[in-house]
């Protein structure tokens, strides 16, 4: 089976991994011909599936994925969307604008749905139960671990009007298709099971494969979206070899015909307007860009193929090479949304962060439902210290995000960061844990590790868990292991719980010559303590106290004189340090000056001190 794995991976152009030899993984290949009618908006399609059964389990049922059945009235999502409007974020409901009350408005003609017409498993008929956004499938026969079987499924399904990600004829963008959750798509098994998901208008969860897909449909429309175009000559529309003559077939309708290997989802987009523009940056690798001026300017599109080209060796250095040949931008959907090889973009201003998912969402993959902040959290991160680069800063801008995450613990409606990601009370509450307390737990890392040692982490991170699904805990072992630091605690404090920082300078006296400075945890998680003493002479010290649970302590992190103390007891509120130095010459005193330390309350954090 080993073997297997490898040669699937091998057949894909992707290495596996050097990864953890003990997960194993499902493993799919989807082969699709859709034909859409861009008059009724509705697409018939043939779907094979070669399914891998790598687990050690005997699976007697399978499940999949129907998305867009999200997308009719009385729908789990519509109910799920209206109550928010019961609810209050501060004074205002807690919509998530984009869907509000919109699916309860829905004409026949304007909602979505896909429909199972037959379905086979190694050419016989199984029997299926549509459970909204699930179809539950019973097999007749089990699905042996070790053993491959075939599904083979017509389906047809209506394009809702857009709403949430997938839909068409967005009334600002002016996009007609954006083409995501199109398709049946099977759900995800792993060491804990099925993740039959009803879809509420979060996260996804997919398996590896390799997907080839032929689209038909009318030749005016110009597609844009994962894989790599088998027959551009024969498209055209800025495909085509440089140089090469395209010749289309005769009739109305193109097939435009896409293979994408090792991927864990397909997105596409359509439009008979669509300007495509390509960017080679470098042999191997080519962007595209798929847009229409009107959500923002032809020169702000196209400025993101500049930026991309700009920053793509600055994120391969930091977090990890680009496996894939190509990447799009595409205009469509409803804000940003990532997919492997492309993102949809209601506008410009998300390209980056969209484009770093491909590591933390295309390539690493957590299940996002469960470990939102994981990828959520770790792009934002990312996307931080990319724009900071760009900017002439060469670091983490971490002002809003910190501030957001500050926010959240005031509200009073933060939840752990382990609630799935479909049952937060709020959707405030998912936004700001997922995305910016998923950040602050990388800046942070920086502060409990070192900045260099939580970067070599990262590129540890990728190098063994990618295409792994990795959790948590797999995560922290990384950590672990590059550092020597025992870094349990600090997952149980700010993963698992809703508990704070807060230290503060509780007092500084003077006794036998040298100056005292007792510091106080006020907050409930314990932390290892960065203080910098500043002198009137111009000098500064840093007096450092590890945490007791951390097992270990950072390295240096720069030129000034450091103190290292014995650890810190977690059970203990107070901590006192001391300086050779005298009170009077004394100017400033300050924990953690980095500002990396999440400390809920800075105001008491420094002192100030007039010269005598």
Partial sequence: MKRLIFLLFAASGLSALQAQP?????????????????NTNRLTGRQKLEYWNN???????????????????????????RRQGTILNGQNPDWDGRVKDRIANLKPDEIGYQKVLSLKMNGQPVSY?????????????????????????????????????S????????VRYSMSQWYPKICEYDYDGWHPNPYIAREFYGVWGDFNVNITLDKKYIIGGTGYLQNANQIGYGYETPGAKVTRPAGDKLTWKFTAPNVHDFVWAADPEFIHKTQKVRDDLT??????????????????????????????????????????????????????????????????????????????ATDESQYAWMDEGFTQYAESRVEGWLAGNNGFT????????????RSGREEPLTTHADHFNTNSAYSSAAYLKGAVFIEQLGYILGAQQRDKVLMNYYNLWRFKHPNAADFIRVAEKATGIELDWYKDYWVNSTKSIDYAIDSLWEEGGKTNIRLRRKGMIPMPIDFQLSFHDGTKEIHYVPLDLMYGAKPAENDIPRTVYPAWKWT???????????????????????????????????????KP
Avoid: C
Wanted: hydrophobic share 35%; charged share 25%.
């Fill in 22 to 38: 003990d997960r194993w993984q499902q493993r799919v290949k989807y082969d699709m011909d859709v034909d859409m009618n861009v």
């Fill in 55 to 81: 687990s050690p389990d005997t699976l007697h049922r399978v499940f999949y994925h129907l998305y867009w059945n999200a997308f009719q009235p009385g729908s789990m999502m519509d109910t799920r969307s």
């Fill in 129 to 165: 139960e549509v459970l909204e956004t699930i179809l539950e499938v019973k097999l007749n026969k089990p699905i042996m671990p070790g053993s491959k079987v075939v599904f083979d499924m017509e389906f047809e399904a209506q394009v809702p009007l857009q709403v949430r990600r």
């Fill in 167 to 174: 839909g068409r004829d967005n009334p600002s963008t002016k």
């Fill in 287 to 364: 962007l595209h860009l798929f847009y229409k001026p009107t959500t923002a300017s032809a020169a702000e599109w196209e400025d993101i193929l500049v930026q991309a080209a700009k920053a793509l060796p600055y994120m391969e250095k930091n977090f990890g090479a680009y496996p894939w040949k190509q990447y799009s931008f595409i205009h469509g959907g409803d804000g940003g949304m990532e997919y492997p090889m492309a993102t949809l973009l209601y506008g410009p201003g998300a390209w980056l962060h969209e484009w770093l998912h491909s590591w933390y969402q295309g390539m690493l």
């Fill in 398 to 409: 971490s002002g809003d995000i910190y501030r957001g995450y500050f926010s959240l613990v």
């Fill in 572 to 610: 203990s509120e107070t901590y006192t340090i001391s300086t050779n130095r005298r009170l009077m010459d004394i100017q400033a005193g300050e924990i953690d000056p980095s500002q990396r330390l999440a400390d809920l309350d800075r105001r008491n954090n420094k002192i100030e001190l007039r």
